[in-house]
């Protein structure tokens, strides 16, 4: 992103001075986030920065929804794995790792197979 910027800006010709004053950020924001030295600038920045430039943002799909609801349900799973295990312990009854692995396996599946209300209730 801050090297699409970058060249968009050599090609027009504009000084990173003149884009700090006309998108009303400071200079040196400007420098760190066109040589990619700011990681996380802020959508608002980067967008008033496009528009000055002329390049468009746009939101394309990166991952599948299916890879999205797989993450979600392997975070849930572990959670709630973490408060079996450690009731287990609890009870003196630890958990060997085969059945922790099934069992982890079983919720991702039950989790993807239910409600989606389940799938990303906290």
Known sequence: MSSRLNRRRLKLGVSCSVLAKRVGISLRSVQRILSGEETNPGFATVTALARELGIGVQFE???????????????????????????SALEGQGMQKQTLRDLREQTIHELLAGSPRNLWAD
């Not at 991952?63 to 009731?87: C, F, S």
Request: without cysteine.
């Open 61 to 87: 799909d990166e991952v599948d929804l299916r890879t999205i609801r797989r993450r979600q349900a392997e975070r849930k799973a572990a959670r709630i794995l973490t408060l079996v295990q450690g009731n």
